[in-house]
């Protein structure tokens, strides 16, 4: 056997032909990947990635491969040699298999000398070596698995024949079959379980998944079953004319028995090693047992598509990649459909579509394109379609947080994948809405001033009003409660209902402002007092861990009004100035429910403090001011006219002022060792320590309020956190449903929005000014290496037939 695969080896490096098709193998990927401009080119795609190279090989293969199978078998016969090989001491098998192990040999020697990319994508990097080598060699291992299908297959082929060309064609057509084929079949218009099927019968599926950097068992077992099952069936070609046709049938019926008996185990215990530094292809286990759910196909229609730049193909790929992983968990299909909006040439249909996604929450962004004939602008949809069953929803995929540069937008919609994709599959799967309240009775916001996040938190609860003797009302305890700027003091009575909530594992969202301003006489140009407003909270919510201070922040950081700047009886002119009393807050960047926001829109927000030292509740930092503020004792005089004459500069000293609070834990109750008789009229158990709960205490009421108009007697609302001047949607909106959802999360959901992966581009300075370099040493490189190979083999041979 050994002899054999030596005598392949050498007759294909013994020849110019072997140097020829790894010259024209390592060309093609060369100009491809490093001079051609388009999707593949690695310069171009500004990341320290191989994926493109990942990408383009398996068309690559298509003509590499063949050529080097081609002869194998086909050569012999039309020598005349194979009787003689069949009928040397050793079995069919050992023959196929040394002539598959010499064309895997040739392809294996072929790819070698691209490891030269490896070696360049890594010293691009910025910084040098900031690349993700396990993801790299992962995608290797699926590359040469790739390689060793279309090896067997080439193998197949050459044993049909014996005229080479026609081997050619026929590796040709069975690679191309056995990549695309089957995925051409599963996109006609068939049962998901027969697409699925298909899909999983060719190698796209299962080399994507591998190329990824992710072993799959699954995947490893396509390839080695495909692989031997294809061989065996090579040496019964081969010995179709010693043995009966009912002989080969019955062989060939037991073997197709054997493979779906391995494959069919084979899907039912799986594992996955994710070689990624990251594990960013990894599901977490909430998000594996809610897919198990899943009793019927899933459907993700993504319309991020078309000709798109090397950042939205980046987030579309991993999308792509993504739904991969929901469906190798998932208890029914999950399949992903690209679709490109302007392939719609009907100018009033594809109008109709975008107003259908509109509709559906899914919001445009303009894409500025230079063509030959200039700057194109179009809009594009970055965001998907899901369908399950007769349920439609509609999810924004791209992170849009104007402080940040584009490039970090688009890695932290990458980070938060899982979460928007599971946050829309546990609302298609959830019965009953669990209960979020807000809160009546103490002059709260009314629903026109919360509409907004009323609706938007619509899609996964029941929202509903109660007071607070309500809360205890029933056997069901509301998952959350919401306390919206209440203007009237809370009586002892509220407060004990509150606090009999909370010790029972309720939730709380507090939004209060400790101030009172007359924003009426603000409007009319007045001068208005700041001053203390006694809600009677104070004593509670120090209680439970937290001070909120009857103070006013200003901040640099913070919201431009119009002013009218011209002189006194002269035409107004209006000009944008600093609102120092309405700062944009930032959110926490090392917390789930803030990390990754736009800042938030406020209006008179005063600062909070942690006190007490109580182990059992745990407090964090979820908003706060810029590193440019201060804090303004009250009462305080408050005019628009301040404007004209600013606080210097140099007083604005104090950095990240605490704003918004996050307690979770056990509480003590306030009403501990005290009579409660007079307030518990209905008699409930007083406890005097809370459950596990949790609680936000925000300084600012405002930051959930929408503006409210009313124009003849129709009242409008906009959108939470939108400001009318800078025409500015803020991140209130994103801010509080994310508080609301950590405060109702049971299952550990929230927990997606911590993963963190690494933005690994390219050096943009060392690419301009070195780009040719690495374009000569990536196209030359890889053919120096073949020829050295050469060079060395040929003094081998000379050395050894000359002694």
Same mark, same amino acid.
């Given at each position: 056997m050994y002899s054999l695969f030596r005598k392949e080896i050498t007759s294909f490096f013994g020849s110019i032909t072997g140097y020829l098709v790894a010259f024209v193998f390592l060309?093609? /990927?060369?100009?491809?990947l490093w001079v051609f401009p388009g999707a593949y080119n690695l310069l171009e795609n500004g990341y320290a990635s191989l994926s493109p190279y990942f990408s383009l090989a398996p068309w690559i293969f298509l003509f590499l491969i063949p050529a080097l199978t081609m002869r194998l078998f086909a050569e012999e016969k039309r020598l005349g040699t194979l009787e003689i090989l069949i009928t040397r001491p050793y079995s069919l098998l050992q023959l196929v298999w040394a002539k598959y192990l010499a064309g895997l040999f040739l392809v294996l020697v072929s790819l070698l000398p691209t490891l030269i990319y490896f070696y360049s994508i890594y010293n691009l990097g910025n910084p040098v070596g900031n690349w993700d080598s396990g993801a790299a060699w992962g995608s290797f291992i699926g590359l040469f698995l790739l390689a060793a299908f279309y090896v067997a297959l080439g193998l197949l082929a050459s044993s049909l024949t014996d005229n080479p060309v026609f081997a050619f064609i026929a590796a040709l057509f069975l690679c191309f079959f056995f990549y695309t084929g089957f995925d051409f079949v599963a996109a006609m218009n068939i049962a998901p379980g027969v697409k699925s099927f298909f899909l999983?019968?060719?190698?796209?599926?299962?080399? *994507?998944?591998?190329?990824r950097g992710v072993l799959d068992s699954r995947d490893m077992l396509y390839f080695v079953v495909a692989v031997a099952f294809v061989l065996v069936l090579t040496s019964m070609l081969l010995r179709r004319k010693q043995q009966n046709r009912r002989q080969q049938t019955k062989k060939l019926l037991g073997l197709l028995v054997g493979v779906l008996v391995l494959m069919t185990l084979g899907s039912q215990w799986f594992f996955r090693i994710d070689l990624t530094s990251e594990k960013r292809y990894s599901l977490s286990p909430v998000s594996k047992e809610m897919l198990t759910g899943l009793d019927a196909p899933l459907k993700v229609d993504l319309y991020l598509a078309g000709d798109l730049p090397p950042g939205f193909r980046q987030l579309q790929q991993a999308v792509a990649?993504? +739904?991969? @992983?929901?469906?190798?968990?998932?208890?029914?299909?999950?399949?992903? *459909?690209?679709r490109d909006p302007y392939e719609i040439s009907n100018t009033d249909k594809r109008n109709k579509l975008f107003n259908q996604l509109v509709a559906l929450g899914i919001q445009p962004t303009d894409l500025r394109q230079s063509q030959e004939q200039g700057t194109v602008t179009k809009l594009i949809f =970055?965001?998907?379609?899901?369908?399950?069953?007769?349920?439609?929803?509609? +999810?924004? $995929?791209?992170?849009? /947080?104007?402080?940040?540069?584009a490039e970090q937008n688009l890695n932290n919609s990458i980070e938060t994948l899982e979460f928007e994709l599971m946050n829309v599959i546990r609302q298609l799967l959830q019965g009953e809405k669990p209960e979020v309240v807000f809160l009546t009775g103490q002059g709260e916001l009314s629903e026109a001033e919360t509409w907004d996040i009323r609706s938007s938190l619509s899609e996964n609860f029941r929202v509903t009003e109660k007071t607070a003797g309500q809360l205890l009302a029933t056997d069901s305890l509301a998952r959350a409660v919401i306390i919206a700027d209440p203007s009237r003091p809370f009586g002892e009575q509220e407060k004990f209902w509150i606090d009999q909530y909370l010790m029972?594992?309720?939730? $709380?969202l507090w939004l209060f402002d400790p101030v009172q301003v007359s924003l009426d006489s603000l409007s009319r140009g007045e001068t208005t007092i700041a001053f203390p407003r006694d809600l009677n909270l104070m004593d509670q919510l120090f209680k439970y861990g937290v001070r909120v201070n009857p103070d006013l922040l200003q901040d640099v950081e913070c919201i431009l009004i119009p002013v009218n700047t011209s002189p006194v009886a002269s035409q107004p002119k209006f000009s944008p100035a600093p609102w120092y009393y309405s700062p944009l807050l930032t959110p926490a960047? @090392?917390?789930?429910?803030?990390?990754? $926001? /736009?800042?938030?829109?406020? *209006?008179? +927000?005063?600062?909070?403090d942690t006190v007490g030292r109580n182990p059992e509740v745990h407090k964090s930092v979820i908003l706060h001011t810029s590193p440019y503020s201060r804090k303004v004792g009250t009462p305080e005089e408050i005019s628009l006219r301040s404007i004209n004459s600013p606080p210097a500069r140099e007083l604005f000293q104090q950095s990240n002022i605490p704003v918004g609070v996050l307690l979770e834990g056990q509480f003590p109750s306030v009403f501990a060792n005290r009579m409660t008789n007079q307030l518990n009229s209905p008699g409930i158990q007083v406890l005097t320590k809370s459950k596990s709960a949790r609680m936000i205490v925000l300084a600012d009421g405002s930051l959930i309020a929408n503006k409210v108009s009313r124009r003849n007697g129709q009242i409008r609302t906009q959108p939470l956190g939108y400001d009318e001047y800078s025409q500015q949607t803020f991140g209130n909106k994103a801010f509080l449903l994310n508080a609301v959802n950590y405060l109702c999360d049971n299952s550990g959901m929230m927990a997606l929005r911590s993963r963190v992966f690494k933005i690994r581009s390219l050096d943009k300075v060392r690419l301009r000014e070195e780009k040719t370099y690495w374009q000569v040493l990536?196209?030359?490189? =890889?053919? +120096?290496?073949?020829?050295?190979?050469? $060079?060395?083999?040929?003094?081998?041979?000379?050395?050894?037939?000359?002694?």
């Amino acid at each position: 056997m050994y002899s054999l695969f030596r005598k392949e080896i050498t007759s294909f490096f013994g020849s110019i032909t072997g140097y020829l098709v790894a010259f024209v193998f390592l060309i093609a /990927n060369g100009l491809f990947l490093w001079v051609f401009p388009g999707a593949y080119n690695l310069l171009e795609n500004g990341y320290a990635s191989l994926s493109p190279y990942f990408s383009l090989a398996p068309w690559i293969f298509l003509f590499l491969i063949p050529a080097l199978t081609m002869r194998l078998f086909a050569e012999e016969k039309r020598l005349g040699t194979l009787e003689i090989l069949i009928t040397r001491p050793y079995s069919l098998l050992q023959l196929v298999w040394a002539k598959y192990l010499a064309g895997l040999f040739l392809v294996l020697v072929s790819l070698l000398p691209t490891l030269i990319y490896f070696y360049s994508i890594y010293n691009l990097g910025n910084p040098v070596g900031n690349w993700d080598s396990g993801a790299a060699w992962g995608s290797f291992i699926g590359l040469f698995l790739l390689a060793a299908f279309y090896v067997a297959l080439g193998l197949l082929a050459s044993s049909l024949t014996d005229n080479p060309v026609f081997a050619f064609i026929a590796a040709l057509f069975l690679c191309f079959f056995f990549y695309t084929g089957f995925d051409f079949v599963a996109a006609m218009n068939i049962a998901p379980g027969v697409k699925s099927f298909f899909l999983k019968l060719g190698i796209s599926a299962h080399y *994507e998944s591998v190329s990824r950097g992710v072993l799959d068992s699954r995947d490893m077992l396509y390839f080695v079953v495909a692989v031997a099952f294809v061989l065996v069936l090579t040496s019964m070609l081969l010995r179709r004319k010693q043995q009966n046709r009912r002989q080969q049938t019955k062989k060939l019926l037991g073997l197709l028995v054997g493979v779906l008996v391995l494959m069919t185990l084979g899907s039912q215990w799986f594992f996955r090693i994710d070689l990624t530094s990251e594990k960013r292809y990894s599901l977490s286990p909430v998000s594996k047992e809610m897919l198990t759910g899943l009793d019927a196909p899933l459907k993700v229609d993504l319309y991020l598509a078309g000709d798109l730049p090397p950042g939205f193909r980046q987030l579309q790929q991993a999308v792509a990649e993504k +739904v991969q @992983d929901l469906d190798a968990w998932a208890a029914q299909s999950v399949r992903l *459909e690209l679709r490109d909006p302007y392939e719609i040439s009907n100018t009033d249909k594809r109008n109709k579509l975008f107003n259908q996604l509109v509709a559906l929450g899914i919001q445009p962004t303009d894409l500025r394109q230079s063509q030959e004939q200039g700057t194109v602008t179009k809009l594009i949809f =970055p965001g998907a379609v899901i369908r399950y069953g007769d349920q439609t929803i509609g +999810v924004n $995929l791209l992170k849009n /947080n104007p402080s940040l540069a584009a490039e970090q937008n688009l890695n932290n919609s990458i980070e938060t994948l899982e979460f928007e994709l599971m946050n829309v599959i546990r609302q298609l799967l959830q019965g009953e809405k669990p209960e979020v309240v807000f809160l009546t009775g103490q002059g709260e916001l009314s629903e026109a001033e919360t509409w907004d996040i009323r609706s938007s938190l619509s899609e996964n609860f029941r929202v509903t009003e109660k007071t607070a003797g309500q809360l205890l009302a029933t056997d069901s305890l509301a998952r959350a409660v919401i306390i919206a700027d209440p203007s009237r003091p809370f009586g002892e009575q509220e407060k004990f209902w509150i606090d009999q909530y909370l010790m029972r594992g309720g939730n $709380l969202l507090w939004l209060f402002d400790p101030v009172q301003v007359s924003l009426d006489s603000l409007s009319r140009g007045e001068t208005t007092i700041a001053f203390p407003r006694d809600l009677n909270l104070m004593d509670q919510l120090f209680k439970y861990g937290v001070r909120v201070n009857p103070d006013l922040l200003q901040d640099v950081e913070c919201i431009l009004i119009p002013v009218n700047t011209s002189p006194v009886a002269s035409q107004p002119k209006f000009s944008p100035a600093p609102w120092y009393y309405s700062p944009l807050l930032t959110p926490a960047d @090392d917390h789930v429910i803030s990390r990754n $926001l /736009n800042s938030l829109k406020s *209006e008179f +927000v005063s600062s909070i403090d942690t006190v007490g030292r109580n182990p059992e509740v745990h407090k964090s930092v979820i908003l706060h001011t810029s590193p440019y503020s201060r804090k303004v004792g009250t009462p305080e005089e408050i005019s628009l006219r301040s404007i004209n004459s600013p606080p210097a500069r140099e007083l604005f000293q104090q950095s990240n002022i605490p704003v918004g609070v996050l307690l979770e834990g056990q509480f003590p109750s306030v009403f501990a060792n005290r009579m409660t008789n007079q307030l518990n009229s209905p008699g409930i158990q007083v406890l005097t320590k809370s459950k596990s709960a949790r609680m936000i205490v925000l300084a600012d009421g405002s930051l959930i309020a929408n503006k409210v108009s009313r124009r003849n007697g129709q009242i409008r609302t906009q959108p939470l956190g939108y400001d009318e001047y800078s025409q500015q949607t803020f991140g209130n909106k994103a801010f509080l449903l994310n508080a609301v959802n950590y405060l109702c999360d049971n299952s550990g959901m929230m927990a997606l929005r911590s993963r963190v992966f690494k933005i690994r581009s390219l050096d943009k300075v060392r690419l301009r000014e070195e780009k040719t370099y690495w374009q000569v040493l990536n196209l030359a490189g =890889p053919l +120096v290496i073949i020829l050295l190979f050469g $060079l060395i083999f040929q003094l081998i041979r000379l050395k050894k037939y000359r002694g």
